[in-house]
């Protein structure tokens, strides 16, 4: 039995079959852990979701940002925007089941020493402070209020003050790349670190980060590329800009990747 935590695959569904083929995965045996944005950008979401629903029980996935401007879009709630290839899930057959999946999935994953969420968390936070966060944050998305909920994610005129928390928790969890001078988080900038501007930090190298005492797993900035280090994996590497996917075998932190193939 092996656990592989995968970065953004973004509708890269070839992709992300060939770094399955290259892992062995087995379903029987395996544990698959992907770190959001599973849609958007690429040519074949609705594969990649109808493939993580049909493995559910051996998928855990954390919510993106692509993630929920897909079930904002499905919602009414955002307008479509120049680079979105939502059409195949938005206009598919099973386009209920498949936002009804996504819809089902947390914003954070904790498993013995790790963590995964989608992009990041706050400095500030412990670990149990962003596993408080992240269950509001999931009750919001499959309770009554889901629809006000997701409308405080949208555009800013039309937020709803009883969700000004959780949307700004939300914008951490799937947003964060930088942290300023005074440790908060920074959503403009996307570029590599050492482009950032100047005295703003990569959120997981904040000194005193309150997180530090586990293991994170994280997708998001392509930017800054498959990144290792004690007690921090960056996965995403740019499978969408026509890099490669990677996983992460977690119990020997053995890496492996499949070149882009859409
Ligand atoms: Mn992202």
């Known amino acids: 039995m092996a656990t592989y935590a995968v970065g953004d695959i973004q509708g890269c569904f070839r992709t992300f079959q060939a770094l399955l083929t290259r892992i062995e995965f087995d379903p ?7 770190a959001g944005d599973l849609v958007n950008r690429g040519p074949r979401s609705a594969d990649v979701l109808r493939w993580c629903l049909e493995h559910e ?64 968390l706050h400095p500030g936070w412990t670990v149990a402070d962003a596993v408080e966060r992240a269950v509001v944050l999931r009750r919001h998305l499959q309770g009554p209020d889901r629809r006000a909920f997701l409308s405080a994610l949208g555009e800013a005129g039309r937020r709803d003050e009883r969700f000004t928390e959780a949307a700004h928790d939300a914008a951490v969890l799937t947003r964060i790349r930088t942290v300023g001078p005074d440790g908060a988080p920074r959503f403009g900038f996307a570029g590599p670190p050492e482009e950032a501007p100047p005295g703003h930090l990569p959120w997981f190298a904040w000194p005193g980060r309150a997180s530090r ?26 499978c969408v800009w026509g890099k490669a996917l990677s996983a992460l075998r977690l119990e020997d932190r053995a890496v492996f990747q499949a070149s882009f193939a859409d």
């Open 28 to 34: 029987d045996r395996d544990r698959l852990w992907l």
């Open 213 to 238: 005492d586990h293991a994170l797993i994280f997708g998001h900035w392509a930017a800054l590329g498959l990144h290792l280090a004690p007690g921090v994996a960056g996965l995403d590497s740019g």
């Open 57 to 120: 029980p051996v998928v855990r996935v954390v919510l993106g940002n692509h993630d929920l401007h897909l079930l904002l879009r499905a919602e009414g709630l955002r307008p479509k925007k120049a680079r979105d290839s939502l059409d195949d899930v938005l206009k598919a057959p099973d386009r209920g089941p498949l936002l009804a999946y996504l819809s089902r999935q947390p914003f954070l994953h904790k498993e013995g020493p790790w963590v995964m969420v989608h992009a990041g």
